[in-house]
């Protein structure tokens, strides 16, 4: 086991410092440049935070609907392939909501601000 | 400096022109700039802007029609009254400047969020959607005769290229089969009527001016094939910039869209312009794909590219309300 502060405490103090002591100093394609790099640990954090859970609701969601036993990324190759062939699609119980979780766990990480992912969470209550 | 090569150029083919000034890199990849300058002329400054794949660029992308065509396509449509920058010179090897062209500079703002938000275009937005309809119609009305040498391609090609686009990322994203599966069972096959299209009409490569849209830019994936792709890629959410509820471009409604295209007396097919929609959110999907994999391999190993892989998600979830809406 490591030690602390946890990675998400470190990524989080380096972008709160370039965001609050770092920003206001530099403009222009600098400015932009920084703007970027700041989401990028911000994105980190959120993953960092969030990935765990995700992982192991999406691993069982998996594991029901194709009945087999593996990794998140040998699941999801397999479902990609299965619903390739037309044997699995939304007519398969189970299809929907696992796709919708899926994706709504990744904009959580990826882009929570983004204007489709706000309306399906309204949704979601 | 590239104001010495244009001073030379402007002075062979625009009379009275005694030099350039105010020589500004606008964008610019590898293989693709677009710079902007001022050609100083007795009569007052000509603004200007040029294209260009610089000395050592000339191959174009696969996709792409090429900066000659695209030279041909944007005075084609000037004169045809689209609103499109007039192009002032074709470069030749004497110019020294690579290949490309040159054309007059239409002031106006082409940032999508400004805008979608700025006080300056808010008597313009509520007439845009059904303005692009008839700018399409226009568009798609350009004599084919008349065309420089392009891709043809349909519904069923398009399909099947991007299929192979995403395959060979390896990236098995089952929400993209998903989307791949319903392209193929809805493939409308060829259309009725091929025109010219487009390629890449939307918000942010459109100029707009408090009067409405200016010129319509970056013709490079214009190409010959279904006229309802161009109206289906300007409704992709991704070029809403968060007003999702107008899809056409954030400004307004499909109905305006439809009705502005009919107006100029061209007909609408709904289910294209749907089937057009989904494949141009997957298209964007698969594009943000490839950034993910030109930021691994290099050699643009830049930030900005790294983040555009991290937005396929955003087409996941908007292919899910295409196909599988929840609620409804």
Known sequence: MQDEPIPIELTKSVADFLRNDIAPLISGHQAFKLRVAINILDLVTRQLTREDESDAKEIERLRALLGLEGSIAELNRVLAERIARGEVDLATPGLAEHLWATTMDKLAVDQPNYASYRRELDRSG | MIEAELSRSVARWCSGASGVTGAAKLSGGASQETWRFDIVHPDGPIGAILRRSPKGYGAAPTRAAGLAAEAQLMQLAFEAGVPSPRVLHVLTVEDDLGTGFIMQRVEGETIARKILRDEEYAAARPLLARQIGGILAALHRLPQDKLPELRRRGATQEIAEFERDYRSLNWPKPVFELALRWLRDHDPGPAAETTLVHGDFRNG???????????????????????????????????????????????????????????????????????????????????????????????????????IGRRASETEIDLLRLLAPRGS
């Open chain 2, 205 to 307: 490569n459109l100029i707009i001016g408090a009067d409405g849209v200016r010129a319509v830019l970056d013709w490079e994936l214009a190409h010959l094939g279904d006229p309802m792709e161009d109206l289906g890629w300007v409704c992709v959410n991704s070029w809403r910039f968060g007003e999702i509820d107008k899809p056409v471009g954030g400004f307004g409604t499909r109905e305006e869209l439809f009705a502005g295209y009919e107006a100029a007396g061209r007909k609408v097919d709904p289910s294209r312009v749907t089937f057009w929609e989904v494949m141009g959110t997957l298209r964007w999907g698969i594009m943000c794909g490839g950034m993910m994999q030109r930021f691994r391999e290099g050699p643009d190993h830049s930030m900005e590219r790294a983040m």
